[in-house]
């Protein structure tokens, strides 16, 4: 089992960005061969996938969701994934959780069996 720990997000305007981070309790192979994956939930809806970025740095995301304005990226040798969000539109405020699971990526929520607890994201019009 992987504990996930998310970190930066916060309030922010329209138009601006944020940095969120999520570092993983696994360390060395056995991160290295763990797929990441963020969702989101907004308040009344299903959680969305985001984007994934598996054991070989493949990433996949939900275009339609992030328009271009998301990045996944990881850093093994820290046990971290993060998700850069550029350009943030209001519809963009939800709780962020990230998700692990071995080797690959899935946009399915229920392939991943780790999550973290989340950090709330709100974007102000």
């Known amino acids: 089992q992987v504990q996930l720990v998310e970190s930066g997000g916060g309030w922010v305007q329209a138009g601006g960005s944020l940095r969120l981070s999520c570092t993983a309790s696994t360390s060395g192979k056995d991160f290295v061969d763990t797929a990441l994956g963020w969702f989101r939930q907004a308040p009344g809806k299903q959680r969305e996938f985001l984007a994934a970025?598996?054991?070989?740095?493949?990433?996949?995301y939900n275009e339609e969701a992030v328009e271009g304005r998301f990045t996944i990226s990881r850093t093994n040798a820290k046990s971290m994934v993060f998700l850069q969000m550029d350009r943030l539109k209001p519809e963009d405020t939800a709780v962020y959780y990230c998700?692990?699971?071995?080797?690959?990526?899935?946009?399915?929520?229920?392939?991943?069996?780790?999550w973290g607890q989340g950090t709330q994201v709100t974007v102000s019009a």
């Open positions: 970025i598996s054991w070989r740095d493949l990433t996949i």
């Open positions: 998700a692990a699971r071995p080797w690959y990526s899935s946009r399915q929520s229920s392939d991943y069996a780790d």
